[in-house]
């Protein structure tokens, strides 16, 4: 009898995340963004594309690091051919910093906007327009109800919503999938050499509907999010107290 | 082809008519307006108080003080008359789209198929100069197949109004030359040699009249009679794409405008459509009770004919349309179009759109009517080492990168609008600081790697070139500064951050 239970409950659940929007992996499906380990962390172990993501960013420094996780996203999502949108009020990204991450820079649309109800509405817009790859947008403040109308409008256009906040004091409760903070790590070369290694973050996942929040260490390398070997990072600290 | 019909209107007293609505006290006195001419001061309009006691225009202003006593003498205005029939003229569009000023005090209508919509052409002509003399205009109209022949029989004609089709030559004949529109000269000419009306010398043969009277009269005469076409200068040039909507109730509210939209861009859509051409500008304007128009326009990046996406351009614009007391007209216009790209059958819907896609035009549009399309940019590259000027912004959607994209160099993800100055301590030339202060923050510089030095463009802009280096911090945080101009000692060239890596 417990058994049978468990195996309703288990039903149950699975139902829930179709209802919300959570489709299980399929097996010649399953594609992954190439996160690796991290996504393990949401539902079904599948990255939730045709959701909205929300990232902090509160120093430019972790809107730098936000952008280049973006962009290592929107490598696989434009694979395609789509197209991206990128909203924003101040807008600082460097649109040639893309060619770097393999995005083709004139495939991303800047719209400039000069008030923050424009923006949310072009958001909004840009949302509900299917087939684009993905849409990102800087916001500083939203409310409940304004985030629930945002995912309405990807439940029935499956594009892929980003929300950089870089105000985390403003920080409501959304209808976002995942709330993520990138911070950007010290990196380290191959053998100790001298200059910059691989840009290496620190991806914490504060909150994920119906997933596993944690803390990962990610570097990207030749257009691969790669896992940072923690025995490994140690052995090289280790080196470093000897030598110092 | 269809039956031509033309309607002339005379405002007799135009400029005193408007002026004396303007000031009522003048309208017991007589007055005239004058302005100088070599010297003299002639009058070039008169009130009818003034006309009746035998003040005409073309006189000057002592002789008709001599007639009237306390005749007022008020100062032309230059272009006033043009000024007026023009807004007379816009007022007519509701009786007909095709319009014409008519210098110097009249106007024009082509009224071709118009005159049924209010119950016949007698019913028509008197709606028009009834409704303009209830606005306190002294206007007479005629109604002919010719421009020239309305003209007459307005000005000069005794008998009726509307003269039946076909029958012009009748009409004209009992006229004097000057109902044809002749220069003065001619009709001197004609007066002196005993011609006091058009029946005595249009019989005569066409060299003969050429010989003596030039080719004006025998123009005239055969635009009078519709042997030549005669084009008018319309106020409002017909675009060959637009749609008419006349309301019989005036239109007040949101969803009667909505209604109108949708059925003007119908109807111009399905002949779009049929035609293979698509909308980039499209004007509605819409004519108010009150007589003033009001307008809102929309543009699309792709030419575009589909009904819905059009609307929904229109739809952000509603709310600036002040109906006020009600909207009588719509028309919608079509100014730009373009042919529209036969969209292919998909065999394999797939997954994303690209730049080429319809639903992103539309997009586009939609933001581009709202909050402008200079809001919206897309980046190319150029081929520039100066980080500002690398890329250059698209003038279309559809624009292709002349180049490639450089991915040789490291870039920072954001740079900064302005490079920001900050110190720095930077013991050895050549090496990157050891430490930099940026908004009050100490940032102990742990790797490095540069420098990667950038010429100015030195045809564009004097200045020290850049030597950029690329920094991370204590805390793992990466920079990208730069040293304006070579290293020399104290008086080293000053530090900047431009930019922050991922």
Known sequence: MPVAKKDIISRLQKDILLWQGFTPAMAGKAKGIGLGPLEAAFPNGVFPTGTIHEMICPTPEHTAATGGL?????????????????????????????????????????????????????????????????????????????SRRLQLAVENSKVTGFLLRNDPRKLGSTTCVARWQIT????????????????????????????????????????????????????????????? | MMNKRFISLWFRHLLTDWFTLRRPEFKALPFVFASPVRGRVMITATNELAEAQG??????????????????????????????????????????????ADLPDGLLLDISGCAHLWGGE????????????????????????????????????????????????????????????????V????????????????????????RRFGQELLLRLDQALGNVDEPLQLLHPIEPYSERLPCLEPIRTATGIEIAI???????????????????????????VDGHVISADIGTNRASHHIDHLFKLFELKIPTLEPALGIELFTLEAPKIDDVDPEQEVLWQSESCGLDDTDL????????????????????????????????????????PQTSWRKDRPR?????????????????????????????????????????RIEREWWLDEGEHRDYYQVEDQDGRRYWLFRSGHYAGSQSGQWFIHGFFA
Not at chain 1, 196 to 221: A, C, H
Not at chain 2, 187 to 207: A, D, N, P, V, W
């Open chain 2, 122 to 185: 007698r019913e028509y002509l008197k709606e028009i100069v009834t409704r303009l003399r209830s606005k306190g205009y002294d206007v007479r109209g005629a109604m002919a197949d010719t421009p020239g022949a309305a003209w007459a029989v307005a000005r000069f004609g005794k008998v009726k109004p509307i003269i039946p089709p076909g029958e012009q030559a009748d009409a004209l004949l009992p006229l004097p030359p000057p109902a044809l529109r002749l220069e003065p000269l």
């Open chain 2, 262 to 288: 949708k059925t003007l861009l119908e109807k111009l859509c399905h002949r779009l459509q049929g035609e293979g051409k698509g909308v980039r500008t499209a004007i509605l304007k819409c004519y108010r």
């Open chain 2, 412 to 452: 920072p993800s954001i740079l900064l609008p302005r490079p920001q100055p900050i110190e720095v301590t930077s013991p050895i030339p050549d090496y990157p600081p050891m430490l930099f202060i940026y908004k009050n923050e100490t940032h102990h510089i742990k790797r490095s790697d540069g420098p990667e």
């Open chain 2, 361 to 400: 035009a539309e997009l586009l549009d939609r933001l581009a009517n709202k909050i402008g399309a200079g809001s919206i940019h897309r980046y190319l590259p150029q081929e520039r080492y100066w980080p500002e000027r690398s890329i250059k912004p698209a003038i279309s959607i559809n624009e292709k």
């Open chain 2, 187 to 210: 009709i001197e000419r004609l007066q002196k040699l005993g011609f006091y009306t058009i029946k005595t010398f249009m019989g005569m043969g066409r060299s003969v009249l050429r």
């Open chain 1, 70 to 146: 973006i962009s290592g996203l929107l490598t696989r999502l434009m694979k395609q051919g789509g197209v991206c949108l990128w909203v924003s009020m101040h807008r600082q990204l460097f649109p040639a910093a893309l060619a770097g991450y393999d995005v083709e820079p004139h495939r991303v649309i800047f719209i400039d906007v000069q008030r923050e109800k424009d923006l949310l509405w072009a958001m909004e817009e840009a949302l509900k327009c299917e087939g684009l790859a993905a849409v990102i947008a800087e916001v500083r403040e939203i409310s409940f109800a304004q």
């Open chain 2, 55 to 100: 003040v005409t225009t073309g006189m000057t202003a002592a002789d008709a003080k001599a007639i009237i006593v306390d005749l007022q003498v008020i100062d032309d205005i230059p272009g006033q008359a043009d000024k007026l029939l023009k807004a007379l003229g816009e007022w007519c569009i509701r009786y007909s789209p095709l319009i014409a």
């Open chain 1, 184 to 244: 950007p790590l010290p990196s380290q070369t191959h053998d100790d050499l001298p200059g910059i290694g691989f840009p290496r973050w620190q991806i914490d996942l504060l909150r994920v509907r119906n997933g596993n929040p944690g803390s990962w260490k990610l570097e990207w390398i030749d257009g691969n999010f790669i896992p940072v070997e923690e025995e490994k990072a140690a052995q090289i600290n280790l080196q470093e107290r000897i030598a110092g």
